[in-house]
């Protein structure tokens, strides 16, 4: 039998308790073991809650206890789950989590002590909630020198720009809409600034490349600057706007991640992949394109991946999946040298100063008034930033992918 304890009875915990229990059957055949909920963690009590009696307040009485094999981890937030998960990894408790935020600061310490002391820390519910996608980097594409990774990694954001794209709405309007029906979080800067998104690519991009991509140098701009015109603008060059999360590894040995809006076409995989659903795109070097696709967020789909994780620490209790993932940071190129196609929207008068600055450009014409809108050539960022101060008046620039 594997006695589980999960830290945090709040909607991620609630939902591995509900998986393990519904699926009793299938996992308990799968795990090749009985798994067990022994213990809850929480601050709160639970009465009427069929699983009450398992409730403790003092994780001493997890941590003391020898029969507890594996953690689910589910509180969020960095303190206490790091201290917790640590000091689980140190007595050979396997954890598992759905703790982007810890994974982003902590992963390779955690890492290591779980190689250390022959357990697992598992963090498939981390990125892209319900899809597997840590998996099959760290096991399926082991024969693949992968290069490139981009995904729709927040779904609060992914749901407002679909919505605005829809409904021609405006950035606010649609936020107070998602936050009305609690799709978005009452604070939503975290979602809305790309710094969810930011964190997630980051640990994608540490084990595309098995090394250390700290989240604090990854480029990241939010949506909070997209306007109801810039989808009018889009429909018309039959594009999109999605939040981009990506990370590439270029033919030079240079490596950067990035977090914006981008515009894309239709005939881009991520074009279609419309609400809270999350997808992720990558790309190696014998395999080329695959994808994974489904929901990045709530209850049942974080759970179930947070299960799994449970499923295989079950099937390697005394042993550690490998993981490849160094404490060594990887050098990331600055953003400045960044080369991309821009989007860019002025007033109509500029129009001679922008051809004259920008040179070639394609113009883009939609049903907008007073003003020019055009996209530039391949260049880099500092390229651009230098040019678009030199014009003065830019109402807004939308890097362009593929
Ligand atoms: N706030 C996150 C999102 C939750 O909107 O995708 C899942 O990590």
Redesign the pocket.
């Known amino acids: 039998m594997i006695n589980v304890a999960v830290l945090g009875y709040g909607t991620v915990g609630s939902g591995v308790v509900e998986v393990i229990e519904k699926n009793k059957e299938e996992i308990n055949k799968k795990s090749g073991e009985s798994l067990n909920i022994k213990y809850i963690l929480d601050l709160r009590d639970f009465p009427g809650d069929p699983y009450e009696s398992k409730v403790v307040h003092d994780v001493e009485i997890i941590m003391n206890d020898p029969e507890i094999n594996v953690i689910c981890e589910t509180m969020g937030g960095i303190h206490p789950a790091y201290e917790f998960s640590k000091r689980a990894l140190l007595l050979g408790k396997s954890v598992c989590t759905s703790n982007?935020e810890l994974v982003a600061n902590h992963g390779p310490e955690l890492i290591r002590l779980a190689k250390e002391n022959k357990c697992n820390y598992l963090f498939e519910a981390s990125v892209g909630?319900g899809i597997p996608i840590i998996r099959p980097i760290n096991y399926s594409l082991t024969a693949e020198k992968i290069d490139g990774i981009t995904g729709i990694l927040?779904?609060?954001t992914n749901y407002i720009l679909s919505k605005m794209a829809e409904e021609g709405a405006d950035f606010e309007d649609v936020l107070k809409e998602a936050q009305e029906k609690g799709y978005a979080?009452r604070n939503p800067e975290a979602?809305v600034e790309g710094y969810?998104a930011c964190r997630k690519i980051a640990i994608l991009s540490s084990l595309m490349t098995g090394k250390n991509v700290k989240y604090e140098d990854i480029y990241t701009e939010g949506i909070t600057k997209i306007t109801a015109t810039d989808f009018v603008y889009a429909k018309a060059m039959g594009r999109s706007i999605k939040l981009l999360a990506m990370s590439r590894e270029c033919e030079d040995g240079s490596f950067y991640a990035m977090v914006a809006p981008f515009m894309i076409p239709m005939s881009h995989p991520l074009y279609s992949v419309s609400g809270v659903f999350?997808a992720v795109f990558v790309h190696g070097n014998m395999l080329g394109d695959s994808m994974y696709y489904g929901k990045?967020?709530g209850k049942l789909p974080t759970a179930s991946a947070v299960v799994s994780d449970v499923v295989d620490c079950a099937r390697h209790i005394g042993k550690t999946i490998m993981c490849f993932w160094d404490d060594e940071d990887v050098k990331q190129a600055k953003v400045d040298n960044i080369r991309h196609r821009f989007f860019v929207r002025t007033k109509a008068e500029l129009e001679k100063e922008a051809i004259e600055i920008f040179g070639m450009m394609r113009v883009v014409v939609a049903d907008v008034e007073g003003e020019y809108a055009f996209i530039t050539e391949e260049m880099s960022e500092r390229e651009f930033d230098e040019k678009a101060k030199k014009l003065g008046g830019v109402l807004n620039r939308i890097r362009l992918e593929a």
């Open positions: 982007k909630g927040n779904g609060t979080e979602d969810d999350n990045g967020a």
